[in-house]
């Protein structure tokens, strides 16, 4: 019966999209309806036109505007023209510059596209931008990846869980202007969720955007590049129609911030990690926007530089991807695998695939590395990029787990500590008796505290943030103190 009622909920819901095109997103409606007497001509090969503007009418040059496959400028008028395929284009969008806010409608990010009318000849969209009083310098960005709800219960767990502790993190942030982002897998194909869910991280009380992951597809269909017939139901559609165009972008402060798919998605969840051609190509086009040096943010589902598990999530192009970024200051934000791992390609290419909020789908409160539920915060002041990760229900401080000889059942004889958000940069020392005794030795292996929640059952995941010691026959007490790149320090005290 639910699986019934939630068909009808999407038959529903395909039949009203076309009824919202270029409608205003009922940001900045008073001011639309002014520039609609604003007169922009017709050019012969296009088919979406329109202005941008500020809150006061003004008109605003210089803004990239895009179709999901075309991209233009506006001029000087703030007028734009894009020679859109309106059997393809689904979404015209706007790249917010860094002079103006973000817009939200119920706490979710919204403004920045409409939805184009296929069935006119030619559609005008027009956008209304909000100007910032001061240029923005230092924000928060919080990165979260797979809350993966699979039904009411498991959306109850995000709720009463993940939420509240992001609530709490936001009010300990204080003033800075904050942003979240989801990656991917906002839900575990359940199209009827998306509703409860978008309340849910929209009573955030700050701005949240969202990327598309495998589990956001509607499995009944092939995504839009993998179909025949553009005028039919396709696989993104009803994620698209809940949290915009797939791919987007808009500029904070000093950084760059993207989103795209890098989910080939057919039918019946039949899919490959890697980045579609007209992803690879919108953002090549997105890109040659903004100035070489520029550090950018990019969003994704699937990871591009994991060593662990063979690589077995990553993208199968990521070269390309790779290619396209080289001449840019890049932080990757992943997630997928429900593991924690950082991996930098070059200097300037640092992949975060960070562990997911879901942790190992609900089982419990540890993802399959044994990082715990939770998300990362990123701490951005000009091109300062630090960030820390934030374990559900746990102090910022928690950033690792010590396990006693004998609590480690495959390293019995050793003192072990699971470090989540190490990288090469990061030191882990051991201390006995109060005297230095060097770095604790890294190791592969499967995590305790997932095995544990699994009631003993190992699966076969092993991670490369394990360290281990064996202690000193008699020793009493020993310190574990990690430094992590940024200079930062966090012990435990052990007695034996």
């Given at each position: 019966m639910r699986r019934f009622l939630q068909q009808i909920t999407l038959w529903g819901w395909m039949l009203m999209l076309p009824l919202a095109a270029c409608q205003a997103q009922s940001v900045g409606g008073e001011v639309k309806q002014q520039l609609s007497g604003v007169v922009v001509p017709d050019k012969e090969g296009m088919t979406v036109k329109g202005v941008v503007a500020d809150e006061a009418g003004k008109p605003v040059a210089g803004v990239v505007v895009n179709d999901g496959f075309h991209f233009a400028t506006t001029n000087a008028a703030g007028i734009y023209y894009l020679p859109s395929d309106l059997a393809r284009s689904k979404y015209v969008s706007?790249?917010?510059?860094?002079?103006?806010?973000?817009?939200?409608?119920?706490?979710?990010?919204?403004?920045?596209?409409?939805?184009?009318?296929?069935?006119?000849?030619?559609?005008?969209?027009?956008?209304?931008?909000?100007?910032?009083?001061?240029?923005?310098?230092?924000?928060?960005?919080?990165?979260?990846?797979?809350?993966?709800?699979?039904?009411?219960?498991?959306?109850?767990?995000?709720?009463?869980?993940?939420?509240?502790?992001?609530?709490?993190?936001?009010?300990?942030?204080?003033?800075?202007?904050?942003?979240?982002?989801?990656?991917?897998?906002?839900?575990?194909?359940?199209?009827?969720?998306?509703?409860?869910?978008?309340?849910?991280?929209?009573?955030?009380?700050?701005?949240?955007?969202?990327?598309?992951?495998?589990?956001?597809?509607?499995?009944?269909?092939?995504?839009?590049?993998?179909?025949?017939?553009?005028?039919?139901?396709?696989?993104?559609?009803?994620?698209?129609?809940?949290?915009g165009p797939v791919a987007y972008s808009f500029d904070l402060g000093k950084v760059h911030v993207v989103t795209i798919s890098d989910i080939d998605y057919f039918q019946d969840r039949k899919y490959k990690e890697r980045i579609p051609q007209d992803q690879l190509e919108w953002l090549k086009n997105d890109l040659s926007y903004v100035k070489p040096g520029t550090t950018v943010f990019l969003n994704m589902h699937a990871p591009v530089l994991n060593k662990t598990s063979n690589g077995s999530g990553n993208i199968k192009n990521s070269a390309e991807l790779l290619d396209l970024?080289?001449?840019?200051?890049?932080?990757?934000?992943?997630?997928?695998?429900?593991?924690?791992?950082?991996?930098?390609?070059?200097?300037?290419?640092?992949?975060?695939?960070?562990?997911?909020?879901?942790?190992?789908?609900?089982?419990?409160?540890?993802?399959?590395?044994?990082?715990?539920?939770?998300?990362?915060?990123?701490?951005?002041?000009?091109?300062?990029?630090?960030?820390?990760?934030?374990?559900?229900?746990?102090?910022?401080?928690?950033?690792?787990?010590?396990?006693?000889?004998?609590?480690?059942?495959?390293?019995?004889?050793?003192?072990?500590?699971?470090?989540?958000?190490?990288?090469?940069?990061?030191?882990?020392?051991?201390?006995?008796?109060?005297?230095?005794?060097?770095?604790?030795?890294?190791?592969?292996d499967e995590d305790q505290a997932f095995i544990d929640m699994k009631k003993g059952k190992a699966e076969g995941y092993k991670t490369a943030h394990l360290f281990r010691v064996k202690p000193t026959k008699?020793?009493?007490?020993?310190?574990?103190?990690?430094?992590?790149?940024?200079?930062?320090?966090?012990?435990?005290?052990?007695?034996?």
């Amino acid at each position: 019966m639910r699986r019934f009622l939630q068909q009808i909920t999407l038959w529903g819901w395909m039949l009203m999209l076309p009824l919202a095109a270029c409608q205003a997103q009922s940001v900045g409606g008073e001011v639309k309806q002014q520039l609609s007497g604003v007169v922009v001509p017709d050019k012969e090969g296009m088919t979406v036109k329109g202005v941008v503007a500020d809150e006061a009418g003004k008109p605003v040059a210089g803004v990239v505007v895009n179709d999901g496959f075309h991209f233009a400028t506006t001029n000087a008028a703030g007028i734009y023209y894009l020679p859109s395929d309106l059997a393809r284009s689904k979404y015209v969008s706007v790249s917010v510059p860094a002079a103006y806010r973000i817009q939200v409608s119920k706490g979710v990010a919204d403004g920045y596209y409409t939805r184009l009318a296929g069935g006119q000849t030619t559609n005008r969209c027009d956008f209304v931008l909000q100007t910032r009083p001061d240029r923005l310098s230092a924000f928060e960005y919080v990165a979260m990846s797979d809350p993966q709800v699979r039904n009411y219960t498991q959306l109850d767990r995000f709720q009463k869980e993940t939420v509240p502790d992001l609530k709490a993190t936001v009010a300990q942030l204080g003033n800075r202007e904050i942003y979240v982002m989801t990656l991917g897998d906002n839900v575990w194909d359940a199209m009827d969720l998306f509703p409860a869910y978008k309340s849910a991280i929209g009573s955030l009380g700050v701005p949240v955007f969202s990327t598309i992951g495998n589990h956001d597809f509607n499995r009944a269909y092939n995504s839009l590049q993998n179909s025949e017939d553009p005028s039919k139901p396709f696989a993104e559609e009803i994620y698209e129609a809940t949290f915009g165009p797939v791919a987007y972008s808009f500029d904070l402060g000093k950084v760059h911030v993207v989103t795209i798919s890098d989910i080939d998605y057919f039918q019946d969840r039949k899919y490959k990690e890697r980045i579609p051609q007209d992803q690879l190509e919108w953002l090549k086009n997105d890109l040659s926007y903004v100035k070489p040096g520029t550090t950018v943010f990019l969003n994704m589902h699937a990871p591009v530089l994991n060593k662990t598990s063979n690589g077995s999530g990553n993208i199968k192009n990521s070269a390309e991807l790779l290619d396209l970024l080289k001449d840019y200051n890049v932080h990757i934000f992943t997630g997928h695998t429900h593991f924690y791992e950082n991996e930098e390609a070059a200097p300037s290419v640092y992949e975060h695939n960070i562990g997911a909020a879901c942790g190992a789908w609900w089982a419990g409160e540890v993802n399959r590395c044994g990082a715990p539920n939770g998300y990362l915060v990123i701490d951005v002041n000009g091109d300062s990029v630090k960030w820390h990760y934030k374990a559900t229900g746990h102090d910022l401080s928690y950033q690792f787990r010590v396990y006693k000889p004998r609590e480690f059942q495959m390293q019995p004889d050793y003192l072990v500590a699971n470090v989540w958000d190490w990288d090469v940069a990061w030191k882990v020392q051991y201390y006995e008796n109060g005297v230095l005794q060097g770095s604790m030795e890294q190791f592969a292996d499967e995590d305790q505290a997932f095995i544990d929640m699994k009631k003993g059952k190992a699966e076969g995941y092993k991670t490369a943030h394990l360290f281990r010691v064996k202690p000193t026959k008699g020793a009493k007490h020993a310190r574990i103190e990690v430094v992590n790149r940024f200079g930062e320090i966090y012990s435990q005290d052990v007695k034996f």
